[in-house]
T-cell receptor, first 110, second 115 residues
Framework: GQQVMQIPQYQHVQEGEDFTTYCNSS?????IQWYKQRPGGHPVFLIQLVKSGEVKKQKRLTFQFGEAKKNSSLHITATQTTDVGTYFCAYTSGTYKYIFGTGTRLKVLA | NAGVMQNPRHLVRRRGQEARLRCSPMKGHSHVYWYRQLPEEGLKFMVY????????ESGMPKERFSAEFPKEGPSILRIQQVVRGDSAAYFCASSPGGGASDTQYFGPGTRLTVL
């Protein structure tokens, strides 16, 4: 089956620094979603990317889907303490089954 | 507009007891999914249900685990004779349809602790 690797596993940044997490697949993905999970919380949907080379922005967050639809990235500009949490990518296997990446745990040091 | 609701939020059981986890999907959503998350890990798909039908239970252990989504009422994930390894967060998600582009929205989860 498809394998999705998410890197890095952990990231500590100083408040104000930028942060990027990457999701890499061995095969072409039909779409990719990004979720954020705060400590002790539940996954919250951020965005879905479908098109090759697609770029979407949400305030300080920039999401990108690779041209070959095998990788995706989430970039946060000027991190804030509210950005703390685990960021997961997920893709659908078949029509409905979400396969989640292992997540990147972000800590922001004030 | 209420989101996905799950109860209880925290559940403590002793080994050998039964655990019942409930999930009410978002209004207008007829597709329900259950996921399990072990500490420091990602979410693992367990089962996908529509009203009165189990569509895919390939991620659910064959023994002790069962799920249902009756015509009326919430979806139930039942774990019989719980063991310590069942301790995890169990998340329910719902979507309006079962297609690849249908976003799944997650409930707050039930954190099960088995003593």
């Amino acid at each position: 089956g498809q394998q999705v690797m998410q890197i890095p596993q952990y990231q500590h940044v100083q408040e104000g620094e930028d942060f990027t997490t990457y999701c890499n697949s061995s095969t072409t993905l039909s779409n990719i979603q990004w979720y954020k999970q705060r400590p002790g919380g539940h996954p919250v949907f951020l965005i879905q990317l479908v098109k090759s080379g697609e770029v979407k922005k949400q305030k300080r967050l920039t999401f990108q889907f690779g041209e070959a639809k095998k990788n995706s990235s989430l970039h946060i500009t000027a991190t804030q303490t509210t950005d703390v949490g685990t960021y997961f990518c997920a893709y659908t296997s078949g029509t409905y089954k979400y396969i989640f990446g292992t997540g990147t745990r972000l800590k922001v040091l004030a | 507009n209420a989101g996905v609701m799950q109860n209880p939020r925290h559940l403590v059981r002793r080994r050998g007891q039964e655990a019942r986890l409930r999930c009410s999907p978002m209004k207008g959503h007829s597709h329900v999914y259950w996921y399990r998350q072990l500490p420091e890990e990602g979410l693992k798909f367990m089962v996908y249900l529509q009203k009165e039908n189990i569509i895919d239970e390939s991620g659910m252990p064959k023994e002790r685990f069962s799920a249902e989504f009756p015509k009326e009422g919430p979806s139930i994930l039942r774990i019989q004779q719980v063991v310590r390894g069942d301790s995890a967060a169990y998340f329910c998600a719902s979507s309006p349809g079962g297609g690849a582009s249908d976003t799944q929205y997650f409930g707050p989860g039930t954190r099960l602790t088995v003593l």
